[in-house]
């Protein structure tokens, strides 16, 4: 109806996506032809068939196999062009891609051919896009500080760094020293925190690394005065509606706890998390938590002045978008 048209044509921005997670079956069986890979899937069919997830981390599992095709500078490229595609056509006008490089340079793919190839898509893209290099939090922060070296030389291509994969059992402070450091090097830091994990993990994303974003977040509502707190302190969530029931964090959009956490005056905004994974890019979020929960076109506006007042964009070209 109307909502959804309002919804759909409004400039919004993107601030959790996983450019891995854009990798639609389509691009992963051509890149496996283009790159002699076996998959271990016949068909594209039979790949999307196995998209029936029952937490993260059996998402996990395929969307590190999904990412085993990428091998060449151009393979990160085109994965990168087709979503910024996608942004365009979702009124998507600014977009803080996350990237994953130790899934790669693990399988002996250079940190320089992961980061020129999507830095590359985002200059030749009219969305403006900047990259955000996340740490996979199952592996040790020993790893994560090799990793931070290895992309110390493309320091100038990075706005941040995250913090995702595996939640439960990789509290945020096995990597205080590494966040630590990359605040030293004036990079932005959010880190995935109360997505599956408990709030002690959101307070200590906070105060032990130091965040300024929090990625997903929706499990704050269980700490009455840490949700005061966040609140107060304007520290923004990046809720991602399909992939919340897509990992049964919610068993359906109608549980979905956004309306709760707008009431509860935080700057919470609508993002597509993995969409090739999980049904769809911002304007089927958009869409899903429209359809289902008790939203108004003034929350519309409220989600998408959000987006842009929790991006990392400086001020000035903030305002033009706000
Ligand atoms: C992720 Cl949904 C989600 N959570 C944590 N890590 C991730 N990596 C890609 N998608
Ligand atoms: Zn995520």
């Known amino acids: 109806e109307q909502l959804r048209q309002a919804v759909t044509a409004m400039p919004k921005a993107e601030l959790h996506i ?10 992963i069986f051509a890149l496996a032809e283009r790159n002699g890979v076996r998959l271990a899937y016949p068909s594209v069919d039979a790949l999307r ?50 990237f994953d490089p130790q899934t790669h340079t693990a399988r002996g793919v250079a940190m320089e051919t992961v980061v020129s190839g999507i830095h590359r898509a985002c200059q030749d893209s009219p969305v403006s896009a ?27 291509k990075l706005i941040g760094v995250g913090l995702d994969s595996s939640e439960v ?13 990359c605040r030293d090097l004036g990079l932005h830091l959010v880190a995935h925190a109360g997505e599956e994990g408990p709030p002690a993990y959101i307070a200590s994303a906070l105060d032990v690394l130091k965040v300024e974003r929090l990625d997903h977040g929706v499990r704050i509502l269980e700490d009455a005065a840490l949700t005061a ?10 809720v991602c509606p399909l992939s919340n029931t897509k990992l049964r964090v919610f068993d359906q959009m109608r549980d979905h706890n ?16 993995d969409p090739a994974y999980f049904g769809g890019y911002m304007n089927d979020n958009f869409i899903a938590v429209f359809e289902s929960l008790p939203l108004t076109l003034a929350h519309a506006k409220t989600l998408a002045r959000n987006s842009f007042a929790a991006s990392f964009l400086p001020a000035e070209q903030k305002r033009r978008f706000l």
């Open 229 to 238: 707190r966040v609140a107060r302190e304007g520290i923004a969530l990046t």
């Open 18 to 27: 996983h450019i891995e997670g854009s990798l639609e079956p389509e691009l």
């Open 49 to 98: 068939q196995a998209y029936a997830f029952k937490d993260l981390q059996s998402f996990l599992d395929i969307y590190y196999a999904g990412a085993s095709v990428l091998l060449q500078e151009q393979d990160f490229y085109d994965m990168t062009a087709a979503f910024l595609e996608r942004c365009e056509r979702d009124n998507v006008r600014h977009a803080e891609i996350f």
């Open 169 to 181: 059992g990789h509290p945020p402070e096995k990597f205080a020293r590494v966040f630590a450091r």
């Open 130 to 156: 900047t990259l955000i290099m996340c740490f996979l939090r199952h592996l040790s922060e020993e790893d994560a500080l090799a990793t931070l070296d290895a992309a110390l030389p493309h320091r100038d």
């Open 258 to 273: 956004l309306v709760q956490l707008l009431d509860a005056g935080l700057l919470a905004t609508v993002n597509s998390d």
